[in-house]
Structure formats: structure tokens, C-alpha cells
């Protein structure tokens, strides 16, 4: 049935059925398509996202392979696929976050036929594809200059470490997007990042750190982090702090981001 | 029997802090109903409007909008809404902001058809960010209709656009409203309200102050414009004192008043014998009309439009 002429007197199982919203699944794959798209139409973002991990694993560490065997391959390139997931966090989440919330576009989309979660939804699976497209060209990279190897089912179970290891990546990337202007969270995202990635052991192993940094390091979800993937990806074994620390931390950090986000709307839309 | 309502703003009241948005508030428009909405700034348009596009709760009082509250997804399906022109996503072009809010609904306009009714089509693979002012006010417009929507709630649709294009607006917005539309708009451009609205609801201090058709809210106020010529000084003060005064006679001999009561001024003018030659008494513009209910008059000179 198409009726081209909208008048409100008409009534029906038809016309009631065409003003239902879309679903929540279309309307969550829409506006992924949607956030990706516009993401992808600002260079400066994808070239850093995929260029930067790849980067620093052939200034780094192609150099020195074949010097120190494949485990220490595989670790530094699991290692730097924590680096990518939380670079992504914080930057498309944190600082993209706190950018849209100052647009009126944003508050448009409130006054479109689509609820809450599927504009949540579409936010993390726009970061979750950003991450992949970190993660090609460093792996690409990996496999032809380096001695990093796996198996499938390593590297299967190492993607769904960095999926957990991620978890409160993300919420870190919420909570700062959702409760800083945008200006502060950019700072803040770059203030974060390199301490995180040093402290994590995401760029020199943990072997390499003074002492007084190896305490710190053990409780950062970076760390933490660093280490489930590479237990993962190696099938050696992963500290038994690791796992509490994550689980810790995405407590911590998901309850500051829900507190954010209420804060948020409650400001905005209330 | 007539249709429901489909605007129902029912004793709404909005604070923000202390300070009161909407006191008590109270519309009703039915279906294929065009209203305006004319208030200074401040006067709480927008808080209405964002009340009806659910994006804010009433502190007090109802809103309803064909029949549910908008704050759900559901209802809001049957209604279009115009972005803020300057926020349109930069780096998108213009048919695909117009598939992407078309993908919310399940009957939507097709993409080809909204760009050609405002005109649109030569600029379809153009980002909106290198649109120009004009055009992207256009597609602002443009989206509140993808939906097909029984209502639509424009807020100042043509502010920056030149003549043509405001005209070309107004009547892809009546095609609309003929059709059985219900249209609900804001404008400061009074010529704008005339054009497109059956019904005017002038609020000011977040009140409704008056509420009627075009010419009955001009009625209201009894507000006239009197022309006539005369040296300067030669009307005295005291009937000038409920005035406006717009042009005193400094200017060729020429005075311009906007008085409450028109045969009572003319009347004094003749009992205190000035000498005044070409009286003209006219009905005052909406926005004078407006200005007097709102009591933001200004102490002399013309209104800023």
C-alpha cells in the first residue's frame, strides 16, 4: 500500500504498520554504516588509525627480528593490537564522542524515530570496525616481516582476548567522552595514551622496565590487557592478576561512563 | 465529530533553574492544521518545540503528539523535524544525509522525490559542508519531510534565504499542509507566519498571549497606524503619551504613530487644532500587533525586523 498523500484522518492495520520505526537491528546497522562513512571521509583519522600500530612494529620491531625468536615477535605484535584498540577508544570514542555532543546534529537525531541503544549500539561497532582497521596492516605487516606465528585457533582465541582486554578500553573512551568538552577530551585522550601504553608494556616489553614501573604496571588495564592477549595469541600462560584487574577496571571505569552519560542527558535532554 | 488533536500541549510548564521557559501553556492543533508561533526571543518557542520533538520532559502538564508522549521513538515516527541548517554533517553528501534519515522510517519518501520538490537534485553528490547557506537551510527543510509525517515542526525555515528561495520554500511547505499536513511553525519573518499559518499563537514570557487567526491577533491589539503631515512640535505631549511615535515631523513635515485607539487620537488631533493635512489610519503589520501584546515596544524609531 503507498499512499502518497499523508492525511492523518485515514486509519488502517496498513498505515499503522508504516509508522511503526524501524527495528532496532536495521536502525543499529544503519547508523554504524552511517559513523563509519563519516568517519572514513576525514583522512587524518583512517590514516592514523591504520598506519600508526603498523608503524611502530616495522620502526620498532622488524629490525630486531629473527634476533629474538618468534614469541617475542607474536608478543610485540600482540602487544601493539591492544596499543590499536585502545588508540581507537580513546580517540574515536573519547575525543569523537565529546565532538558530536557539541553538534546539533546530535540533538537531531533525538528527534528521529530511533531509540537509545541502537545510536549506542552503532558507536561501539564503529569503534570495534575502526580497531579492524587498525589491526589489518599491522597483522599484514607481521606476517611478511616478522617471525610472529599462530595458529588458527591461537589466533582466533588472541582476537577474543583483545575483545576483553578492550572492554574497559572502551569504557574509558565513554566515560571521558561523555563527561569533558570536546576540547579537554582531545588533551586528555593524548594525555592518557602514551603513559597507558609504556605503563601497559605495550611498546618495550615488561622485561625492560625499571622496577619501580613493574609494580605500577601489573594493575593497569593495559597491562592487564597486554598480557591476556599474549597468552592468547602464544598459548603461554597469562598472570593471574590479569584477569581481576580487567574485570576491575571495567567495573570501575563502566560505572563512571554510565554516571557520565546519565549526566549528560540528564543536562541535555531533560 | 473532528478528528483528535495532533498537537496536545495541555498546562505545560518548563523550568530550567529559576528560570520559568513555559508558564502554563495550553495548545491545541488538529489535523491539516498550520499554526504559528510568534514571540520575541526568549519568549519560549523553542523550549515548546523541543518539548514536542521529545527532546525534554515538561516540568509540570502534558504534551502529546498524535496521541502518545514523543519522548517515544514510535511516535516520533509520525513526525519531521528540521535540523539546525549549520549542523548538518559536514562530511556527508546531500543524498545521503536524506537515505540516512529516510532509513528510519519504513515508508519514506523516495530520496529522488525530496531532492526534486526542494530542489535539490543538482546537488545531491555535493558534502553538505560545501554547501552554501541557502542550500543547506533548503535541505534542513528538506529532511522534516523524508518521513512522510503527519506533523512537522519547522523553526525559522527561511532565516538567510533571498526572496525566490523563501517563495520556492513556502510552497513545497503549503503543498504539504494541502495535502492534510500539520504544520507547526516559528519564524521571526511575520510575512513568513501570514504566508504559511491558518492560526498565529503569540507567547511572550513564556505565556500565550493571545491565539486566533491572523487578522483577529492584529484585531486584538486594536493597534493603528496613523499617518499625517505636520510641523515638528506641533502635536502636543500628552497625546502622544500612549503612543509610538515612529516619525516626529523632523523628517519633511511627516509623523507616523502607533496608537492604541485610533478615532480617540484622531479626535484630540482635531480638538487640539493641529494643523494636519493627509490623515491615513491603517491596520498595524503582525509584528507591531505582536510587539504591543508582548509589550516590548520600542521608544521610538523603527522596529528591527
Known sequence: ?270 | MSAPPVVEVDRVTRTFGDVVALDDVSLTVRPGEAVGVLGPNGAGKSTLLSLLAGLRKPTSGTVRLAGGDPREAAVRARLGVTPQATGLPQTLKVAEVVDFVAGHHRDPLPTGEVLERFELTGLRSRQCGGLSGGQQRRLAVALAFVGRPDVVLLDEPTTGLDVPARHALWAAVRGFVERGGTLLLTSHYLEEVEALAHRVVVVGRGRVLAEGTVAEVRGRTALRRVRFGAPPGAVPAQLTAGARVVADGTREGRWELLVPDADAFVRDLVGARVPFSELEVAAASLEEAFLALTGERAAGGEVAA
Open chain 1, 1 to 270: 500500500m503507498s499512499t502518497p498523500v499523508p492525511t492523518s484522518t485515514r486509519t488502517g492495520a496498513g498505515r499503522l504498520a508504516r509508522r511503526r520505526p524501524a527495528g532496532a537491528l536495521r536502525l543499529t546497522w544503519l547508523h554504524t554504516r552511517y559513523q563509519v562513512l563519516e568517519a572514513l571521509r576525514v583522512p587524518v583519522m583512517v590514516v592514523s588509525t591504520a598506519v600508526f600500530p603498523a608503524l611502530i612494529l616495522a620502526v620498532f620491531v622488524v629490525p630486531q627480528s629473527g634476533g629474538m625468536g618468534p614469541a617475542a615477535d607474536t608478543a610485540a605484535v600482540a602487544q601493539l593490537a591492544v596499543f590499536s584498540a585502545m588508540s581507537v577508544s580513546l580517540f574515536t570514542h573519547g575525543a569523537g564522542i565529546a565532538e558530536d555532543r557539541a553538534l546539533p546534529w546530535d540533538t537531531h537525531l533525538r528527534t528521529l524515530p530511533v531509540g537509545a541503544l541502537p545510536r549506542f549500539a552503532a558507536r561501539v561497532l564503529m569503534g570495534a570496525a575502526f580497531t579492524v582497521l587498525g589491526l589489518v596492516p599491522l597483522l599484514v605487516l607481521a606476517v611478511l616481516l616478522t617471525d610472529a606465528t599462530t595458529t588458527p585457533a591461537r589466533f582466533a582465541a588472541g582476537l577474543g582476548a583483545l575483545l576483553v582486554a578492550g572492554l574497559p578500553l572502551l569504557a574509558l573512551g565513554l566515560a571521558l567522552g561523555y563527561s569533558v568538552p570536546a576540547k579537554a577530551a582531545l588533551a586528555l585522550a593524548q594525555v592518557l595514551l602514551l603513559p597507558l601504553a609504556f605503563a601497559g608494556g605495550l611498546f618495550l616489553p615488561p622485561q625492560a622496565m625499571p622496577g619501580w614501573l613493574t609494580a605500577i604496571s601489573t594493575w593497569t588495564p593495559t597491562r592487564a590487557g597486554r598480557d591476556l592477549v599474549i597468552g592468547a595469541a602464544t598459548g603461554t600462560d597469562v598472570p593471574s592478576t590479569a584477569l581481576p584487574v580487567l574485570v576491575g577496571w571495567t567495573v570501575v571505569l563502566g560505572a563512571v561512563a554510565v554516571w557520565a552519560i546519565r549526566r549528560d542527558q540528564g543536562r541535555r535532554f531533560r
